[in-house]
Structures are given as C-alpha cells and as structure tokens.
C-alpha cells in the first residue's frame, strides 16, 4: 500500500527522504517521488518502479540544490496504471501533494473543476485533491485545506506543501494512517513510525479531523477551524534493529525466526496467576460468560487465525463462533447485536475493510475487541477494547510471527471462554495456561534445524500447482500454509479439508501433483491417513507434518516433517513453522521476491 514520507529541518532532506521510502517499501509499491523546495520553486522527481532502479536512478541525473524540506511517497497503483505521470507527489507548481487512499467523489470534482478550466495529466484521484487545493488556495494553506477536505469524501492521508510557503508541510488524515514524529530540530511525517526509527522514536498520532504544520521551528496542531490543540507524545517501543534484517537473508526469514519470543511477549503480559487476565482491556469473566454471540472477523492470515479461535473456543467453551472474512460480513448485513462480542484480527490495525467490520459491529450494538500488532493504530483506536500482540514490526508482506500470536492469542481466549463459562475448571484452565506458555521451546524446536524444510521444498517447487489437507484443527492450519505457499511463491495451491476432498477436488491429483498433509490431531490420524492413501494411491506425492515419533509407512507418505512432542491441542501452533519455512524455501528456490510478493501490499487501506 502507499507510504508517505515528509521532512522539515536544518539538514538536507533528499536522502533523508528516500531512506525513510526505502523503510516502507515493504508495504508494496510500484513507483516513488519525491517534492522539495529548491529556491522559489517546488523542484518534484518521480518514477515508476521499484526506489533503486526508478527515483534514485533519476535522482542521480538531476542536479539537486540543498533543500532542507520535502514530502515523499511510494505508490501502490488503484487510479490509474503504475507510471511517472501517476505516480505521487502530484501538484502544479504552485501546490503539491502526497496521498493514501481513495478518494470516492474524485470524478465530481474532476468535472467541476474541468468547468472552472483546469486540465488534468495523471489518471489519479489523487490529482482532483491537487487541484481543488490550488482552486481554493487564496494566500491561506489552512483555509484552502479546510475548504478542500470539505468537498473530498473518501479516506485520505496528505502530506502537502505549498510553493508561497516555503519549507512548511501540512498534514492532514481521515481513515488513512499517519503520524508526525518529533526531532531534535526537526520533524517528519510518515505513514508509519518504521520510516522514521533511525531519527526519532517519538511520535503524534494524527487523528481525523486534525491538521500538523511542521516548519523549522517545531510542530503545530490545529482543529480543521485552526484552533489550536494539545496532542499527547507517544514513543515507539521499537527498535531500528527490530524493523532491519539482523543477518538474515529476507525479512520473513527473520520473523519466522523472531516467533518463540514474539508468543512470549503476547501470552505473558495476559497471565496472572496462572490464568488468562484480559483486565487490562476491560475484557472480564463477567463479560464473556454473558455475550450471546461471539464473531471473529479479519481478513487473510487474520481471518485464519480466527478459524484456529473458532476450533478452540467451539470445543473447550461448546460456545458457537462465527468466523468472517472481513469483506463479506461488511456488505452481508451480518446478524450482530448488542450482547454480541466482535473480535476483530489484524496485524496492521489499517485494513479498510477490517476497520468498516469494526464500524459496523459497533454501529449494531455489539462489544468489539481489536486484536492488533501495530500499537495506535486505526482500528486499535476505534474499539472498545483492545489486546495488542506485542509482535514487534512485521516487515515481510507476508504474515509469519504476526498469525502466529494471533493464534496464540485465541488460545488464550478459548481458556477463558471455557474457564468463564464453567466448561472447564480453575485446575484445568491452569493446566492448559502453563501448556500454551511452554509453546515457545516447541517452536524454537522447529527453528533449530532448517535441513527438513529445505529438501520438502526441493521435491515440490517445480510444481504448477498443490494442495493442503488435514482435519479439524489442521484443517484450519492447512489455510494458512496454502496461503503462504501461493502468495511467496507463486505456486497454485488449494487447502481443502481432508475428508472433503472424495466429493470433488481429489480429481485434481494427477501423478506427482504434490499433496501436503497436516495429521497432527490425534483422534482423527487414522481418518486422515486414509484420506493419504487414497490419494497416494491416485499418484500424489505426500509431505506428512506430524509428530516426530509417528512411524509413517513409506508407502504412505513420500516425505516426512517431524514436529516435536506436544499435546494435541498446541500442535497447530507450532507445525504453521513447518509450513512457513517450507513455503519460504520453495520462493527462495524459485527465486521470487520473498519480501515483497508481486501485486500484494503489506497493509490494505483500500476495498
Ligand atoms: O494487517 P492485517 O492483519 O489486517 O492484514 C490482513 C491480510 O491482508 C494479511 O494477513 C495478508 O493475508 C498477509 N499478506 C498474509 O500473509
């Protein structure tokens, strides 16, 4: 998704700039600029394609004066193709933008400002905001801001400058993220605090309805009427090292890797005693005994990590859970109510669709609690609760460590659920407490040796296309796995219950049409190992992920990946290791773009 960048200071800004691009690449792009003042002009180089081979490259040609402001952004195309002239900061001369979102009503204003003679370049939405900024623009940015945003329906972050107002940025937002960080002398503004973590930690959150005016001499928060506000500081826990490669080879293989703590760091904050404790959040006993209806709604791995939750809390608490992709419950008038509980998955905290399940779920009455990685972010400050899982920053677009405390989380949740509810006693809600928190060295198991990983994705990575089975828990597993393998590595995959796949997709098994099974629930391996055989027998070839001590017949399954010892329960939060390393060195071996798969962003802002 796009990123935006800005700069105000006594240093000069261009490289300062593109870094702080280069820190959000991982969000996917496919063009970047950047605008700055030079002299008594706005001086704007723009490119499409990736910031080394497109903007650096035009960088290096052009003759850069020393400009101590600008704004910057990385471009994910929704108007208008991936193109130079498409691609951001967008202005006139005399105005100049930077934008994340849509705006809705862009083809409104485009004709009316067409009838009062302005022509436009670019495909973009983006444009119409430019120019209707210009329209208004009468000597006052902050009138000319306020007339403008009362017209544009849609989200929005902009970063803009006006030429007549040299080095000043102003920072508005609805919907989109951004933040304004705080310098020694100078200031920035970006779309999120890993662009900025090598200068500053501290940070404003920006809200909707609020303007920033950075220029040398600090930074200024006005409401949209330019009355002055107070705006709380917030500093950023992480680290530069946290949101850097630390000697890994890709960004994923890190997170895979960063795991055990990261579970840590989500379990222990919510266990005292022994027990889950959600009090920090409101979250009480009281309260989950009492809700009539629980949904769980995300999209992608978020949604995944719900199907896990409705398992978990359907078996241990015998309470029925609605699990939802994000985007169908928002437009299927879903029925929610008050006495409802909506629990609502993302790592981001900014997926459009996520954030309108939330808007929705609360506009019908019922209780919602977000379950977000990146702390104040939009959905984390709309709900009514909120349990961040402490993941650290997940660079990699592809989600590891992120699902992974998702997961953990909605163990936590079953426990308490069923402990609430009286399905489970304080004895047993202890013991399954002190299981889930020795998950961790299980996992760190599974990282020791990559050997097995490596040699599954050597047998499968030529293939065209594969499938994921398994049953109950593995089931939901094997969604996650098929998801990661397909969007690294490009490889067609399908998961499909095991037991599902007589009626209809097993025709798909053709000789050596690879077929990953997930038998780690032990009331159900003979009924899975059947469903191997059958399609063994149709000449698939398998990759059992099982325990390690299972003896597998070599007539069964082709290759084995061995899970460590554990109850069956917490086997599926740690055998998604298994899945993710073998769908990340099947990418490596096929050479794809681990970190940034083709067409996909890290964080969708947009429908
Ligand atoms: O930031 P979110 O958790 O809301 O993102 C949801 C999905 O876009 C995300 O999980 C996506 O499916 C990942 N790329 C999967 O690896």
């Known amino acids: 998704m796009c990123g935006i960048v800005g700069f105000v200071g006594k240093q000069a800004c261009t490289s300062i700039l593109v870094n702080a691009l280069r820190k959000l690449e991982y969000r996917g792009y496919d063009s970047?600029?950047?605008a700055i003042f030079e002299g008594e002009r706005i001086k704007t180089v723009k490119a499409q394609g990736k910031i080394s081979e497109g903007l650096e490259a035009k960088l290096k040609t052009e003759p850069i004066f020393h400009a101590t402001c600008g704004i910057g952004h990385t471009r994910w195309a929704t108007h208008g193709e991936p193109s130079d002239v498409n691609s951001h900061p967008i202005?006139?001369?005399r105005v100049s933008i930077v934008h994340n979102g849509i705006i809705e009503n862009y083809r409104e204003i485009k004709a009316f400002l067409t009838s009062k003679g302005y022509g436009?370049?670019?495909?973009?939405?983006?444009?119409?905001?430019?120019?209707?900024?210009?329209?208004?623009?009468?000597?006052?940015?902050?009138?000319?801001?306020e007339k403008a945003l009362?017209?544009?329906?849609g989200a929005y972050a902009l970063g803009i400058i006006f030429r007549e107002h040299k080095n000043k940025i102003y920072a508005v937002r609805k919907d989109s993220p951004l933040i304004v960080g705080k310098g020694d002398g100078e200031s920035y503004i970006a779309s999120d605090v890993t662009a900025i973590l090598e200068h500053t930690r501290e940070y404003y959150c920006l809200e909707r309805g609020e303007i920033a005016v950075l220029d040398e001499r600090g930074i200024h928060f006005t409401d949209m009427h330019g009355e002055p506000i107070e705006k709380e500081l917030q500093t950023a826990t992480w680290d530069v090292?946290?949101?850097?490669?630390?000697?890994?080879?890709?960004?994923?293989?890190?997170?895979?890797?960063?795991?055990?703590?990261?579970?840590k760091n989500t379990l222990s904050p919510r266990v005292k005693d022994g027990l889950p404790d959600f009090s920090e959040c409101g979250l009480t006993a009281e309260k989950l005994r009492e809700y009539k209806h629980i949904f769980i709604v995300g999209c992608g791995s978020a949604m995944h990590s719900g199907m896990v939750g409705?398992?978990?809390?359907?078996?241990?608490?015998?309470?029925?859970?609605?699990?939802?992709i994000a985007s169908e419950f928002r437009y299927r008038n879903p029925l929610v109510s008050s006495g409802d509980l909506v629990v609502i998955v993302s790592q981001s905290g900014e997926t459009a669709d996520t954030l309108e399940a939330l808007k929705l779920s609360k506009a019908k009455g019922a209780d919602t609690l977000?379950?977000?990685?990146?702390?104040?972010?939009?959905?984390a400050r709309e709900a009514d609760m909120v349990i961040y899982t402490n993941a650290g920053p997940e660079i990699s677009v592809c989600s590891t460590k992120a699902y992974a405390v998702q997961v953990a989380f909605m163990y936590l949740l079953a426990f308490e659920v069923a402990y609430s509810r009286g399905k489970i006693d304080e004895e047993e809600c202890k013991r399954l407490t002190a299981g889930l928190l020795a998950v961790p060295e299980k996992i760190q198991m599974c990282l020791d040796d990559m050997s097995g990983y490596q040699f599954v994705?050597?047998?499968?990575?030529?293939?065209?296309?594969?499938?994921?089975?398994?049953?109950?828990?593995?089931?939901a597993l094997s969604m996650e796995g098929s998801l990661k393998l397909k969007e690294i590595s490009y490889i067609h995959s399908e998961a499909y219950a095991a037991g599902e796949l007589k009626h209809g997709t097993i025709s798909l098994i053709e000789d050596g049409t690879p077929v990953i099974v997930a038998a780690t629930q032990s009331a159900l391996f003979e009924k899975t190992l059947s469903n191997v055989r059958s399609v063994k027998s149709r000449g698939a070839k398998v990759v059992m992920i099982c325990r390690e001590s299972e003896a597998i017949d070599a007539n069964c399954a082709d290759y084995k990946v061995g899970l460590p010892d554990a109850e069956d329960l917490f086997l599926p939060l740690i055998s998604v290791v298994a899945m993710q390393l073998i769908a990340y060195y099947t990418a490596v071996q096929r050479g794809c773009d681990v970190d940034k798969p083709r067409n996909l962003a890290k964080s969708v802002t947009v429908e």
């Open 457 to 475: 994705a050597s047998k499968i990575f030529n293939a065209d296309s594969l499938l994921y089975i398994g049953r109950g828990l593995d089931n």
């Open 91 to 93: 202005g006139n001369g």
């Open 310 to 324: 409705k398992y978990l809390i359907e078996d241990l608490a015998r309470t029925p859970v609605i699990v939802d």
């Open 120 to 145: 436009f370049e670019s495909e973009t939405d983006t444009e119409t905001v430019a120019k209707l900024l210009d329209y208004y623009y009468e000597g006052d940015p902050m009138e000319a801001i």
């Open 370 to 379: 977000a379950v977000v990685n990146v702390v104040g972010s939009s959905i």
């Open 241 to 263: 090292e946290s949101a850097q490669k630390g000697g890994y080879e890709h960004f994923m293989l890190k997170e895979i890797h960063e795991q055990p703590e990261a579970v």
């Open 150 to 153: 009362e017209d544009i329906q």
């Open 32 to 34: 970047a600029g950047i």
